[in-house]
C-alpha cells in the first residue's frame, strides 16, 4: 500500500492538546504524532493572532523539526513592529534554512518601506535581492558617503532596456539630478529599449541626447526598427572605422537587416553585401545576419538561393540552422537531400541519437543502393539505447526495447547519514503536512551544494518517504538517468489502473503523461496555469468533468490525485477518439491542442511517415513531449511487465 502523509493521518484530539500544554510532563518529550498536532494548532493560533497560545504551543512542541516554521510565520506577520534583536536572534539560529532567506527578505523589505536605510545595509545579501532591494541597497551607499563604489552598480541598474520597478525611482532620480546618465549611458539604454520594442521608454530617453551625433542615430535607430526597408539608405550608416560609434551603428545594421530578412531577404541579402565590404562585423553578427538570410530566402521560395548561401557560409552556421534545414527536408519528404545536410552537420550534432536515427531511416526511405548493412548497423548501435530513436529503431529490427537499466548505488550508512541533516528532516514533516511547495523550498536549499552521489543519496530518501518528485528531480541533478525504477515510480498506481479500466486509455501510456507533464508533482502549477499531475488547464477541466458527469468545484480541485487522473485520463481519451486512436496525434494534441494538430495535418496532406511528422512538428516544445511521451509509456510498459510496443500497427502505416 502506498504510503500518504497528510492532515487527516494524525487524530489528536483538542482534549489531548490541551492536556499537552498544560502538562509540564508531556511538554518536555511529546511524541511525533503528538507535535505534529501541535504544529497545526500552533498554526491556527497564529491565523487568530492569539499570541498566548502561539508562545505556549511553541515551548510546547520541544525539538519539532518543523519548529522553526512556527516562528517564522508568527514573526513574519508582525515585522512592522518587531526590533532588530528578534530578527538578529532567528537569522542566527537558523541560519541554514531556506527560512532566513525569506525571513531576510521580508525583513529588508520592511526596512526599504520605512526608510531605514543604515539597518538596511547590514542586512542586506546580493545573491537573493529582488531588483528593488538592489536599488535601495545602492542608494544606501551613495547616501553612506560610497559613491564611488556604488555608481557602477546603479548605472547597471538603469542601463536595461525595459522600464524598472517603481522602487527603483528614487536611486534614478539621484542618478540623474547628479548628471550621471552621460549620452553614451543613455544610448546604452535606448538601444536596448528599441530592439525590446519599448517605445514609450525609448521616447523618454530622447532627453538625455543633447549632441547631434546621438540625435542622429536615435533617429536612425528608431526608423529602421519602424520601417525596414530604411536599412538600404547607406546614408544614414556612412561612418567608417573601429570607433565607438561604429559599434552603435553595427546594432543597428543588424536590428535592421535581421527584420528586414524575414519580408524581403533578397533585398536584406544585398544590402548585406554592401555593408560587408564597409563594416568589420563580428562573428556573432555574422552568425545571426546569416541565419536570417537563409531562413527569409528559403520560406520566400528562394531555396538554391538560399541553400547555396548556406553552404557558402557554413563557418557562420549555427547548428541549430542545419538542423532547422534537415527539418525542412523531412517535412518536404526529399530523404536524399535529408542525407545531404546531415552530411553537412559538424560530428558532434551528427552523432547524437537523432540525427544517426534519420541518416539510418532516410536511407531506408531512399531504397539507397547497397545501403542495407549500415542502415541495420546503425539501428543497432541506437537499439541499445533507452530513448525515442533507440525504440524506434528496435522497432525497425523486431527487436525487444533496451532499458540500459543500472541502478544507482549508494551505501546505506551515507544515506542515514543524510537523513539526520535538519533541512532533510523539515522537508519529511512539510510532506506530511501536504506543503509541497515549502518541502520543494527546504529541499533544494538543503542539498544546493551536493555532489552526485549525496543527490543519489537524496533520491533514494525521496523514495523512501514516497515522494517521487523529489526522487525524480534528485537523480536529474546528479545527471544519473539509468535507474527506472527510482526515475519512473509507479506512483498512484490504484488511480492510474482504476481509470485506465475506466476509460480504455492504456495504463503505461496514463502513467508516461503524468511523469512528462508534472514529473508526479501534484501540487505543480505551469506558467500558462495548468494544475496537477497531468497539467490540466481549468478551462479544460471543467468542460471534461461536465461532459462526463463528474463532480468539480473549483481549479483547486486539480491538486488533488484522484480528480486530477479523473479528469486527465477522460481527456485523453477524447483526444484519442478524435484522431482515431492514433497515439502521436492524441499525444500532440493533448499538450498543444487539437486545432493545433489539425492544422499540421492540413499541412502535411497525409504525406509523411508517422516519424517524420513528429519530427517536423512546429513546436520544440511538443516534438519533444510526443518523443517523450512515447518512450516513457515504454519504459513504464517494462515496469509493469507488459510486453506492449511503442505504437501499433495501423500507428506506424499510417501516413500523416
Not at 140 to 153: S, T
Amino acid at each position: 500500500m502506498e504510503l500518504r502523509f497528510g492532515i487527516k493521518a494524525c487524530t489528536l484530539s483538542v482534549a489531548v492538546l490541551v492536556s499537552l500544554l498544560s502538562n509540564p510532563t508531556f511538554a518536555k518529550k511529546p511524541s511525533l504524532d503528538e507535535q505534529r498536532a501541535l504544529y497545526r494548532e500552533g498554526k491556527i493560533a497564529i491565523a487568530k493572532n492569539d499570541q498566548g497560545n502561539v508562545q505556549r504551543i511553541i515551548s510546547a512542541i520541544g525539538d519539532y523539526p518543523l519548529k522553526p516554521y512556527l516562528e517564522y510565520s508568527w514573526l513574519s506577520d508582525r515585522l512592522r513592529h518587531a526590533n532588530t534583536d528578534d530578527v538578529d536572534d532567528f537569522l542566527r539560529r537558523y541560519d541554514n534554512s531556506s527560512l532566513a532567506n525569506r525571513m531576510r527578505y521580508r525583513w529588508l523589505e520592511t526596512l526599504r518601506a520605512r526608510d531605514r536605510w543604515q539597518h538596511y545595509l547590514k542586512y542586506y545579501q546580493p545573491q537573493t535581492a529582488t531588483t528593488e532591494q538592489q536599488c535601495y541597497f545602492q542608494l544606501a551607499r551613495i547616501r553612506k558617503g560610497e559613491r564611488e563604489a556604488a555608481l557602477p552598480e546603479a548605472l547597471k541598474l538603469w542601463t536595461v532596456g525595459k522600464s524598472q520597478p517603481k522602487g527603483c525611482d528614487r536611486l534614478f532620480d539621484l542618478l540623474i539630478a547628479n548628471n550621471e546618465i552621460t549620452e553614451d549611458i543613455a544610448w546604452q539604454r535606448y538601444s536596448a529599449a528599441v530592439l525590446n520594442h519599448q517605445y514609450q521608454l525609448s521616447t523618454y530617453l530622447k532627453r538625455f541626447f543633447t549632441s547631434q551625433k546621438y540625435q542622429q542615430l536615435a533617429t536612425s535607430f528608431y526608423q529602421v526598427d519602424r520601417d525596414h526597408q530604411k536599412i538600404g539608405d547607406y546614408k544614414l550608416f556612412s561612418h567608417q572605422g573601429k570607433s565607438l560609434e561604429d559599434t552603435e551603428i553595427h546594432g543597428i545594421i543588424i536590428h535592421g537587416l535581421t527584420h528586414l530578412a524575414r519580408v524581403d531577404a533578397t533585398s536584406a541579402l544585398k544590402h548585406w553585401n554592401r555593408y560587408l565590404q564597409i563594416h568589420p562585423f563580428t562573428t556573432e553578427q555574422r552568425t545571426q545576419v546569416v541565419s536570417d538570410l537563409v531562413k527569409g530566402l528559403y520560406q520566400q521560395e528562394h531555396r538554391k538561393v538560399a541553400d547555396q548561401y548556406l553552404v557558402e557560409n557554413l563557418d557562420f552556421i549555427a547548428p541549430d540552422l542545419l538542423e532547422w534545414r534537415a527539418r525542412e527536408s523531412l517535412r518536404e519528404g526529399d530523404w536524399q537531400n535529408l542525407l545531404v545536410w546531415i552530411g553537412h552537420m559538424p560530428q558532434s550534432l551528427s552523432e547524437q541519437d537523432r540525427w544517426l536515427y534519420w541518416r539510418a531511416r532516410a536511407g531506408e526511405l531512399s531504397h539507397a543502393k547497397g545501403a542495407d548493412k549500415s542502415i541495420d548497423s546503425a539501428y543497432q548501435v541506437l537499439s541499445r539505447t533507452r530513448s525515442f530513436y533507440g525504440f524506434m529503431a528496435s522497432e525497425w529490427l523486431g527487436n525487444d526495447y533496451s532499458m540500459a537499466f543500472r541502478p544507482a548505488t549508494v551505501p546505506q550508512a551515507e544515506i542515514d547519514e543524510l537523513k539526520q541533516l535538519p533541512g532533510l528532516q523539515r522537508t519529511r514533516e512539510l510532506i506530511y503536512h501536504e506543503d509541497y511547495l515549502s518541502a520543494r523550498r527546504e529541499w533544494y536549499y538543503t542539498n544546493r551544494n551536493f555532489n552526485e552521489q549525496q543527490w543519489i543519496a537524496a533520491a533514494h530518501i525521496a523514495g523512501q518517504w514516497q515522494w517521487h518528485n523529489g526522487a525524480i528531480t534528485s537523480l536529474i541533478n546528479a545527471g544519473f538517468w539509468d535507474d527506472t525504477n527510482l526515475r519512473f515510480p509507479l506512483a498512484y498506481k490504484q488511480s492510474f489502473y482504476s481509470h485506465a479500466k475506466a476509460t480504455g486509455v492504456p495504463v503505461h501510456l496514463l502513467f508516461a503523461v503524468a511523469r512528462q507533464e508534472s514529473a508526479l508533482a501534484q501540487d505543480v502549477q505551469s506558467p500558462a496555469g495548468a494544475r496537477g499531475l497531468m497539467q490540466l488547464m481549468p478551462a479544460t477541466a471543467k468542460q471534461t468533468a461536465r461532459k462526463n458527469g463528474i463532480r468539480y468545484r473549483d481549479s483547486n480541485d486539480l491538486f488533488e490525485p484522484e480528480i486530477n487522473i479523473t479528469l486527465g485520463s477522460r481527456y485523453y481519451r477524447e483526444m484519442l477518439e478524435r484522431f482515431g486512436n492514433n497515439r502521436i496525434l492524441a499525444t500532440a494534441a493533448y499538450n498543444a491542442g487539437p486545432h493545433r494538430v489539425d492544422t499540421w495535418l492540413k499541412v502535411t496532406e497525409g504525406k509523411l511517415p508517422f516519424d517524420a511528422w513528429i519530427e517536423t512538428i512546429p513546436y520544440r516544445e511538443t516534438r519533444n513531449y510526443v518523443q517523450n511521451v512515447l518512450a516513457f509509456s515504454m519504459i513504464y510498459a517494462h515496469n509493469l511487465d507488459s510486453k506492449e510496443r511503442i505504437l501499433s500497427a495501423q500507428e506506424k502505416q499510417r501516413a500523416l
